[in-house]
């Protein structure tokens, strides 16, 4: 009984360690974060100063912009000094949002001569004729918009987008997944930054059209604002590699090329391509104040399959980009960061472990305790958690991208949600473990994209629509055993009266369980 006791208590501190240990690399970020803050003067643009243009544009931006040429700036009829922007929308299946896609890339800012748009459209349904008709439509008004279809879905978005270089004219690639709603400003706020030549890719940050349709939206933006404030600027500011999120970004065309272009071998295209651009000695600039509105997963299923896209992707990016990373001449600091980057997704195997782990730890602390062993152990932990709440706070209330007039009323929504955060990335463990397992393993699975049904308001239903999940996953039953085995431990806690774990377990029970419940409830039946 004493070896299995140490047994479990070395598996679940382990697990504690390497989360912990992940939690301060990201709390490092906080810290270039605001330290850039304090650096970078703040610049607001006002209504008076459109058009924009190029030079002012990254001014403008709220960016560094030393060593531009303001001497640059384009004149509003001199349409060839705009550079020639080839706009990809690379979609499969995506009938709900297509037309306001399409829409939104026609309205940019941008004369019509200098940019062209190309649906790359590897949809097997009605998309395809709902497309035709819009490009039909702005033809007819003198758009350079074409459907570029292929007869066979080889390499999935990866494959579209390297199959839609033969066709392109751009000396700029601006990409958008068929859930974005760019501003018309975009390609003015962005191009200006490719002056440096040694800016490779420009990505913006995402905005959330349906924030407040739901509970599992409002989750999603709270994760997202971190990604899209405080880690990606972070790593602007240390100097470490940053990533293009797949969309809302413009690629410079000789980047991609001399990069090797886009591989489909893993599920994250655009990070293994961003890794790779960057050991070219490209640089990736991030624009938080430029913001790109986007639809999130109003639904379960869809919310899990991006997640586990994400998850495998980064995993099997990892594992092929990795001994490359520490072959490099980046210096040692970097290299660590980048590891911490590329093996982010893996945490949640170790969120898994510790969980499964405590359960049985908490009927062997008794011994441990005779033993001479302390539970305030785990305490030293405890800055995991505190670096996790500091760097959330910071990102969805103190950030400019996120602050509210409200103060109070913002401090009381985190206060409220934040916990409901961590149960739920609790509860999607198993799930992303899944994930992350196959893509170290190397076992291949499809592109499965996460289907939007043009949520923008509560008005708005995605019931009774095509694209939604009709299979019930051997991960989901998983999840459902898990909440009841969580809720057993709750109750043996009290039985033994050791509420070590009590709060811990409680939240694994309600994240399971909630994963679980919505998950049914938005099967397709």
């Known amino acids: 009984m004493t070896a299995l006791a140490f047994l479990f208590l070395g598996l679940y501190t382990i697990a504690l360690l390497y989360i912990t240990i992940y939690c301060v690399m990201q709390f490092n970020l906080l810290y270039y974060y605001k330290r850039g803050r304090k650096t970078t003067p703040e610049m607001i643009m006002t209504e008076q100063e459109q058009p924009i243009p190029m030079a002012v544009a990254a001014a403008n931006a709220n960016q560094d912009i030393t060593g531009f040429d303001s001497t640059v700036a384009l004149a509003d009829d001199d349409n060839e000094a705009y550079p020639f922007v080839t706009v990809q929308l690379p979609i499969y299946n995506e009938m709900y949002v297509i037309e306001r896609l399409i829409d939104a890339v026609a309205e940019f800012d941008y004369p019509k001569d200098r940019y062209e748009i190309h649906i790359l459209d590897d949809s097997t349904d009605e998309t395809l004729d709902i497309v035709a008709a819009k490009v039909a439509e702005y033809k007819a008004k003198g758009y350079n918009i074409e459907q570029v279809t292929r007869e066979v879905r080889q390499g999935f ?163 092929k980009m990795l001994p490359t990373v520490w072959r490099s001449e980046l210096n040692l600091d970097q290299k660590i960061h980048a590891t911490s980057h590329l093996l982010a997704s893996s945490v949640f195997v170790f969120v898994f472990a510790a969980g499964l782990f405590s359960v049985p730890l908490l009927f062997f602390l008794g011994d441990l305790i005779e033993l001479g062993f302390s539970k305030n152990f785990f305490a030293y932990f405890l800055v995991g958690l505190l670096s996790i709440i500091a760097i959330y706070y910071v990102a969805n209330i103190q950030s400019p991208a996120n602050q509210e007039k409200n103060f109070g009323k913002a401090v009381f929504r985190f206060v409220v949600l934040f916990p409901l955060f961590l149960a739920l990335s609790m509860g999607l463990s198993l799930h992303n473990t899944v994930a992350v397992l196959q893509g170290y393993r190397g076992k291949k699975s499809p592109f499965v994209r996460t289907p939007k049904f043009n949520i923008k308001s509560i008005k708005d239903s995605f019931k009774k629509q095509n694209y939604l999940s009709k299979k019930l996953t051997w991960t989901t039953i998983g999840e459902g055993v898990l909440a009841l085995y969580f809720a057993a ?13 009590i709060a811990f377990h409680l939240m694994l029970a309600l994240g399971y369980g909630a994963i679980f419940f919505y998950s049914l409830r938005h099967l397709k039946v």
């Open 157 to 319: 978005k990866a494959g579209a987008l390297r199959d839609g270089m033969g066709v392109a004219k751009g000396e700029f690639m601006a990409i958008f997944d068929a859930d974005f709603l760019p501003n018309k400003d975009f390609l003015l706020r962005t191009l200006p930054f490719f002056q440096d030549e040694s800016v490779g890719v420009v990505q913006t940050r995402w905005e959330h059209i349906n924030q407040d349709y739901s509970l599992i939206t409002r989750l999603q933006a709270l994760q997202l604002n971190v990604h899209f404030t405080v880690e990606q600027v972070g790593r602007m500011n240390g100097e470490y590699m940053l990533q293009f999120n797949g969309t809302a970004g413009v690629w410079r065309r000789k980047t991609i090329e001399e990069a090797g272009g886009w591989e489909a071998d893993t599920l994250t295209e655009d990070l293994d391509l961003s890794i790779r651009a960057q050991l070219k000695g490209y640089k990736i600039r991030f624009l938080e104040n430029v913001g790109s509105p986007a639809e999130l997963p109003a639904e379960m299923n869809s919310f899990k399959s991006q997640q586990f896209r994400w998850m495998k992707g980064g995993a099997e990016t990892a594992k």
């Open 489 to 501: 431990a709750v109750g043996g806690a009290f039985y033994i009266q050791n509420t070590t774990f």
